[in-house]
């Protein structure tokens, strides 16, 4: 089965193809980076209109890299939320209407899910069931994966996730956008134990998260410290961030009995993050995955990929083409009872 993934649920436009024997094809994305650099974020009409200009000749481009052609799709998977309405809308209209044309199976796929499943595009696929911490955007939560569409939540944000942390610790440091890298790259000339910063919720005795009192933390340092200071606060922070991650991840899986954490979203590819989970959790016995590092931010192939093994679970799972819903807001435990 032939699968084409879209994904456009913010500000990246990511296309791939995905073949439940050979694997992943070929995969393209464009970021928008440089488009909202100048607004030190995300502005929506801005995304919307940047998706519907790249699309389709994403679309042509990973069609051709791949050597396929439309008319040898079997299905098509797209983000149907959680993201922003005006992006989520592009990638539901040209997956739709390209499957209604086409005479295939359309499928909406949860971002959140796509992410989740992301590192078993590895080459070293974790095996169910495992614990997974998604840090994507404004998401910081620990599931309980038993299979497919089978997802329990463990534990979430309560304020700020880990995400948006790191951007609003970046904008505090006077960072370029996108914050988390900028701040990732500051870190690395600082040293992490110069300030005492709090590691929020750190024995609050359940799975829950909270940065947005961390994030307060740092905004007294800045006032207090001189920019020769910030490399120092940035690592300090990141230190925090990354004990209370590691912290909570040993106690989920204590909690669920399991051996196995995957890792998933943009704050995966954080080094400090990767290494510190590593260690700690070989100590305990337990073992890691992390996707491939491009593989970390919004890309069309975790989704390509999530909608391939629902179609191919469950064959009658897709709508027919040419009506569909987008859901800005999107809990993920509602969306595995859809399916």
Request: aromatic share 6%; charged share 15%.
């Amino acid at each position: 089965m032939l699968v084409l993934g879209i994904e456009s649920s913010c500000d990246e436009t990511g296309i791939a193809l995905y073949d439940t024997q050979a694997g992943l094809l070929a995969d393209a994305l464009h970021s928008q980076i440089a488009l909202h650099e100048a607004y030190g974020g995300v502005v929506p009409e801005l995304a919307s209109r940047d998706h519907v200009r790249r699309i389709v000749p994403l679309i042509y481009q990973t069609l051709q890299q791949a050597n396929r052609t439309l008319t040898q799709l079997d299905a098509i998977a797209y983000t149907a939320g959680p993201g922003l309405a005006g992006a989520l809308l592009v990638g539901a209209s040209v997956a739709e209407s390209l499957a209604l044309a086409l005479k295939i199976p359309a499928l909406g796929v949860h971002h959140l899910e796509g992410h989740l499943l992301s590192p078993l595009l590895g080459d070293a696929p974790p095996a169910f069931p495992f614990v997974a911490l998604l840090v994507s955007g404004g998401h910081s939560q620990f599931m309980a994966v038993r299979g497919i569409g089978q997802y329990q939540l463990l534990g979430e944000t309560v304020d700020d996730a880990a995400g948006e942390a790191f951007d609003k610790t970046a904008q505090l440091l006077g960072l370029s956008y996108p914050g988390g890298p900028a701040l990732s790259r500051l870190a690395e000339n600082g040293n992490p134990e110069r300030f005492a910063l709090p590691r929020p919720m750190l024995q609050s005795g359940d799975l829950n998260l909270s940065f947005s009192g961390l994030k307060t933390a740092v905004s007294l340092l800045v006032k207090s410290h001189q920019p020769g200071d910030y490399p120092d606060i940035a690592a300090s922070f990141e230190a925090a961030i990354a004990d209370v991650l590691c912290h909570k991840a040993l106690q989920a899986l204590e909690t669920t009995g399991m051996a196995c954490l995957v890792v998933a979203g943009g704050v995966g590819a954080n080094r400090r993050l990767r290494a510190q989970l590593t260690a700690q959790l070989e100590k305990q016995g337990a073992s890691v995955a992390f996707p491939p590092l491009r593989l970390c931010t919004d890309n069309g192939a975790m989704i390509a990929y999530a909608g391939a093994l629902h179609l191919k679970q469950r064959p009658g799972l897709a709508r027919s083409a040419g009506a569909f819903t987008i859901y800005p807001r999107w809990n993920l435990q509602d969306y595995t009872r859809a399916v």
